[in-house]
């Protein structure tokens, strides 16, 4: 192995992935890594003897699988074999660069594919209970808060389902439409319930569109209040 001493400077290999203008693509499991910087202070190495590597593919600072000039409708190849994330959850981003700098935003894309290298949709936002509260005539509201995400596709109804408790009344589901996707607070009314009797509900999140639905809330117990206080039947007025 030959080896240069160089005091008091320090060097960065010359590789330039980011020449010319275009944009980058990047997928990886995430977290991705992007640009990888190679610094060394004072020395640098020559493997081999013979061959100065800069510039060469084993130095290359970037992680990006492909570029392209980023023009509308042109296809990009990417320089490794996606397959190997088949069945994975992947992270992917593109980045515009020009004149050796990237730009460095990211606002990766989260993307789940099956063992064919298909991409599977899926809702991906959460909900948090809040507090279910018993009301009139064998009937509870349940409130939630829903926490939406920016990847995969986004519901445009909730849906209440019973999972346990008796069987009369007959099942039914209860649904309120998302009038914005945004995060928010909903309520749902269930139908009227038998007097006293624990039921246990779940909340479904559902794009109709696709008929994709996501689980957001299981295991809320409840139990309904269907006769109410007991009605006076008589009054008494005493003196103090």
């Known amino acids: ?9 320090n060097y960065i290999f010359p590789h330039r992935p980011f020449s010319g203008r ?6 990886g499991v995430p977290p991705l890594n992007y640009r990888n910087m190679r610094i060394i202070q004072r020395k640098i190495f020559l493997r081999g003897g013979d061959t100065f590597p800069v510039g060469e593919t084993n130095i290359t600072k ?6 392209a000039t980023g023009v509308a409708g042109e ?12 069945g994975q959850t992947i992270a992917v981003d593109i980045r515009h660069f020009a004149d050796d700098v990237e730009n460095e935003s990211v606002h990766p894309q989260i993307v789940t594919l099956d063992v064919s290298g298909e991409s599977v949709t899926e809702i991906l936002g959460t909900a948090i209970e809040l507090v279910h509260e018993v009301r009139a005539a064998g009937v509870v509201k349940i409130r939630f808060r829903w926490v939406p995400s920016d990847d995969g596709i986004q519901p445009d109804l909730f849906r209440i389902q019973r999972t346990a408790g008796p069987s009369s009344p ?3 589901t209860k649904a309120i439409r998302i009038t914005d996707s945004g995060r928010g607070v909903y309520e749902i009314l269930t139908p009227t319930l038998s007097d006293s009797s624990a039921y246990t509900y779940k909340i479904i999140a559902e794009n109709t569109a696709g008929t ?11 139990t309904a209040d269907a006769t109410g206080p007991i009605a006076p039947v008589s009054l008494t007025i005493e003196a103090t």
């Open 212 to 222: 994709v639905t996501k689980d957001l809330l299981t295991g809320i117990i409840i």
């Open 75 to 86: 296809a990009i190849t990417p320089a490794v074999d996606l397959s190997q994330f088949n």
């Open 170 to 172: 007959a099942d039914v």
């Open 62 to 67: 970037t992680s990006r699988i492909g570029f």
């Open 1 to 9: 192995m030959a080896r240069i001493w160089q005091r008091n400077r």
């Open 22 to 27: 275009g944009v980058s693509i990047y997928a």
